[in-house]
């Protein structure tokens, strides 16, 4: 089987109940950015810090969930769906992280060691990801889970800079104002 089928020449492709729309459907946009976000989570790894490693992976995964869910306007009780579960366990591995860092005293400039950097900007591209998620929301009928994950994954991101960048002992910025 070859990786291309031209179906989508024409701008138009399939969602999961196999109507078809256009690819710049709020839908396919919602997506599509989620898919962003996992390409970027995916440079980042490996950190070089085994549990961060391991969060990385699994966020991937609930990732691959998350476009599933935004691809089924319909979706069945089997059908893969965002759950709450997956958003606390984000929950428990920030707090976890938590204890190892010192409050924060200022918004922080995203950067630091290269991991570090990746991590914010994967979190930046979680943002937008969140911003076509509640746009679609405002059109259709959506989980209300995979916006509700997208926001913590973000302070997820935001946390997990942090702690890579204090164990490569690059201190943080703040901006200038």
């Known amino acids: 089987m070859t990786i291309y089928t031209g179906r989508g020449d024409e701008g138009q492709t399939d969602l999961r109940t196999m109507d078809r729309v ?3 459907n709020p839908r396919i946009e919602a997506y599509g950015t989620v898919d962003e976000v996992n ?6 790894r490996p950190t070089g810090h085994e549990d961060v490693d391991e969060q990385l992976r699994a966020i991937q995964n609930h990732l691959h969930v998350v476009q599933a869910d935004l691809a089924n306007p319909e979706p069945d009780e089997d059908d893969p769906q965002m759950t709450n579960e997956r958003v606390e366990r984000l929950e428990e591995w920030m707090d976890a992280h938590d204890e ?5 005293q200022s918004f922080i400039l995203p950067g630091g060691s290269d991991s570090g950097a990746r991590l914010h900007h994967a979190r930046a591209v979680c943002r937008r990801a969140e911003r076509r998620a509640v ?12 916006v509700t994950y997208l926001n913590r994954l973000s302070d997820a991101l ?9 164990r490569d002992g690059v201190s943080e910025e703040a901006p200038d104002y």
């Open 22 to 24: 256009s690819k710049a």
């Open 39 to 44: 390409a970027t989570v995916g440079r980042v």
């Open 100 to 104: 190892e860092l010192d409050p924060l």
């Open 135 to 146: 746009a679609l929301a405002g059109e259709e009928a959506i989980n209300e889970q995979t």
């Open 158 to 166: 935001f946390t997990l800079a942090r702690v890579v960048n204090q």
